[in-house]
DNA sequence: GATGGGCTTGACCGGCTGGTCAAGACAGTG
DNA sequence: CACTGTCTTGACCAGCCGGTCAAGCCCATC
């Protein structure tokens, strides 16, 4: 087993390893970083860890269990349905927010810098759309006022995040139907006139 | 220049590509691979693309431009904001839908097989809970009916798509404003009773 | 001061893979 | 037939990086 000594040299590289798979995504990051940025041998990355995946692993759970712990803590057992989703929702945005760098070696952007050029390239153009038609409806009364970007946010993370559900399978409905439900559902976010 | 032929060879070499990268991911995809895919020597691949991200570059745009093309189609030029941004969404989810093998290799999970399973063991259990308070909201009449997973996989998504916009600066808001922000937009688009 | 377990080091290895290259094949053209 | 530009091949190279290992350190305990 580890002595206390053994716990903090791992923590150690642990915390290392988190921030750089968050500034250089995990694949770019090599073994050898993580010790030089913990200040230690590379051999001793493995008294510690068996591989670099078994380290990610043990990142990746530890967190979990956290968020979870921090959205439970948030939702009160004797509120309806609704309030606890909101609940556990504000609590893990905060949560996520808390711990930008454990949860962004998640985004592929910073898998390989390499690419994150390409993907970005465009979508500001096209988040710079979205936030016009915003500013737009917002002009005509269709929308409560805001910051654009908010509502732009909204829009296109909920269209990514219902496909990248069908792609993966979690989804299992006729292509239409979906995209009328997240036409519906886009809408009903946004719409102020309830 | 290229000849036809040679226009026709590209493609293939550009549809393996897709066919793999959406498969096993960009990273874990070797150039060996693309090139057995289509049924050709290592060395032609270099005389289609100047590198491996030369041909991901291109793949990423030519999808880019004929998404815009999908939304733009759909867009109906005198229909007011919402209804544009309705109309854009929708033909988004399709189009989407529709190129899943391209959009794919967006996805982390895609990315590094071996990271996937570590990644998904627990969003499932998280998001079965999402979907028993889901359908526990809908059974005291706080949300229409429908598939509670639909509802859950917006919530969800919300969450991790305005989180990963604060994450990569997209989005610069104090966190708890943020936080009400989301509960906001997740409630609004939840809610029946409006 | 000897024993032993936890800890630390850094040189080293093996395999992999993006990219190169010299050598052609295969048109079409004059 | 010679010539030229496009296309095709597969052996080869160079460098990188995860993982190993033999050796040694530190310190509590006996």
Redesign the pocket.
Known sequence: ???????E?KQQLLDAAAVLFSSKGY???????I?AAA?????????YF?????LFAELVRTMRTQLRRAQAAAMDPGAPPLTRIRQGTEASVIFMAEHRSYFSFLDVERTDEALAGVLREGSDVYSDDVIKLVAEAQHAGQLPDGDPRMYATGVMGSVSSFSHALRNGRLDVPVYELAAFVGDWVERALRSDN
Chains 1, 2 share one sequence.
């Open positions: 087993m580890h002595t206390e000594q053994g716990m040299r694949a770019t990051t090599r073994i050898a970083d010790c200040g230690v041998a590379k051999g001793l990355f493995y008294w068996p591989t670099k995946e078994g």
